[in-house]
């Protein structure tokens, strides 16, 4: 059989003959150290009517890896028709897009070198890929402005995420937020905060943090923060089942002292760590107590890492019961996780955790494919022109509500009214029963 011209040749019969040869050559191993055609987006989601198509999914020819998950370098195939270097803007926004530090572009003739950590570029020949060995070794050593891995980065590269046939391999994106995590904590930085949007997997990420951590021994004690009951028994129960046996729920009603400083990961409500019942009380006793609480169980050092799911909920508030226990366990790595930042004159995410770390937006979810589409449909109610309790009203806890105009700026965060809430129930059900009651609808006013 005649074989044909480079140049006549495909893409993938140019994959096939030069550039997988090359870099099989170098040591680079199929299904261990180097993926082939990786889809890293699922495409996005395109509603017409009532028809639904997706886009074409992004994927890269191959990326290459240190090790599970740590990726090192993308490699965008072309044909023999285009220059060496043609792909090589593709590759280094893919390369962007998942934090890989080399990019590469091939037309089987040789190939262009991007090497974000230096800037700089290089024309190479078929036969001088970089070997494996070559190229983490010039990442260690060109890695934080050429300072280097510290022996903490290094040590976290090693350590794999937990993989078993009930967990999926993480998407791109989390995949990125879980090594910007570890390797920022490694670095040594004390206060983090990791934004990623709601349905984006932000549990199942901190899990895949937790696990790293725990197995490199970086972090030993591990408390995981939520103000709400479902929350941490669904964390549990779901994300952090392969930890179980070192997981503990704090009960401050039954837990012993002498017994409760054997676990690993605590799971805890912050409203109850307060000395509150009430996720919503700010009683000012309740939080001057929070430390006298807090000491009966743990001495101040004996967190090493915090997480704060949900953290836009309030935990940045100054006087906040939040606030009072991270600044009880302040020797503490503190992680803030959130779908949405708050940042207003009262309160502020960034001026505690400071600037976030990575962020992975609604918008991106969509345009990846992860997350469908949405539409925005407002709903108008007499509260909300404004609603003013009549003099001493009550509320649900027999506290007389402060005597003012109320407006949508209060509602849900100052102020919950149930005749407001049950009229937007009312009004989304009504919605979902004249159009398609099995499509999943988020209604916000």
Known sequence: MDILPKNKMS?????????TPALVAKGWQDKITMETTVQFTKGKI?????????????????ILYINANNPIAIVEAKDNKHMVSYGLQQAMTYAKMMDIPFAYSSNGDGFTEHDFLTGKERHLALNDFPTYNELCDRYKSEANNSAGLTPEESLIMEQPYYTSQTTYTPYYYQRKAINRTVNTIAKGQQRILLVMATGTGKTYTAFQIVYRLLKSGLKKKILYLADRNILVDQSIQQDFKPLEKTIHKINF???????????????????????????????????????EKLATLFNKDFFDLIIVDECHRGSAKKDSSWRKILEYFTSATQIGMTATPKETKYVSNID???EPIYTYSLREGIDDGFLAPFKVINIKTNIGEGWRPFKG???KNGMEIEDRIYSNSDYDYNIELESRTEEVAREITDYLKSTDRRRERKGRC
Do not use: M
């Not at 893409?11 to 550039?19: G, Q, W």
């Not at 509603?47 to 191959?62: E, F, H, Q, W």
């Not at 676990?263 to 996720?279: R, T």
């Open 11 to 19: 893409e993938e019969d140019i994959k096939l003959n030069f550039i």
């Open 46 to 62: 395109n509603i017409k009517g009532n028809l639904v198509k997706r886009d074409a999914p992004k994927k890269a020819d191959y």
């Open 253 to 291: 009603s039954k837990d012993d002292p002498t017994t409760i400083t054997s676990h690993e990961v605590y799971f805890s409500l912050y409203q109850q760590l307060a000395g509150k019942d009430d996720p919503d009380d700010e009683d000012e006793n309740a939080q001057e107590n929070t430390a």
């Open 352 to 354: 505690y955790f400071g």
């Open 393 to 395: 009203q009550l509320d």
